[in-house]
């Protein structure tokens, strides 16, 4: 995404401390200024009121320097989309799991963990480096990078894929694979309408093995910043 010559320039005289970004000290015009907190908002820095700054994961040093050198920046969650999953959903779909303490059980697109953090011993996948990034700093068994390239069995997988171009009907197919029990996992509404031949195969696949496709409520993922409808999938091996 470009941004335009005057957010650069605030970028540029902005002033950065560790992991925080403190704008100059000049009175930005309201356009200007919601134009340079969208930018930083996408960058994953939040406006912190008590410190009057941005407050970001890292220091941002490096992403505000490639951004004055490109004249752009990367929506990491379109990119990767990553829609964080909400917490009751992720509580949902561990108790749609079934889980018992004996099994293994694996996330393959666990983003921050949301789902993972549920589950004791969950071994997780995760292609976003600041993700990696957070996982590993947080102690969570990280055991690969692209599911897509994964080949371990797991008795139960639990998953919010990434929906663009279909992804989350290849990530699920991957799953029910892989899968020794049961795949419980969030997946774009499009799959139980939608007439191509990759979506109604899929559907046929989860009928056979006698699977739910439940829908979520309207709104559901509203919190973690998109309107997409999704469902859930629940299927036994």
Known sequence: MKISDDVANVLANSTVVDNKLFLPDEQLDRKLYVAVNKALTVLNGKWNRKARAHIFNESPTDVIDNILLTGEYTDKKKEYQFFETPVGIAKEIVGLAGINGKESVLEPSAGKGRIAGLIKDCHCVELNDENRRYLF????????????????????????????????????????????RRVVSIM????????????????????????????LPEKSFSESGTGVAACIVCVDI
Do not use: W
């Open 137 to 180: 700093d947080n102690k969570f068994n990280v055991v690969g990078k692209n599911f897509m390239e994964f080949d371990d069995r797991y008795d139960v997988i639990v998953a919010n894929p990434p929906f663009t171009k279909q992804q989350d009907i290849h990530h699920v197919n991957r799953m029910m694979d892989l899968a020794n």
């Open 188 to 215: 774009s509404a499009s799959v139980t309408f939608r007439t191509n031949r990759l979506t109604v195969e899929f559907r046929e696949r989860v009928k056979v093995l006698d699977g739910d496709i439940e829908m």
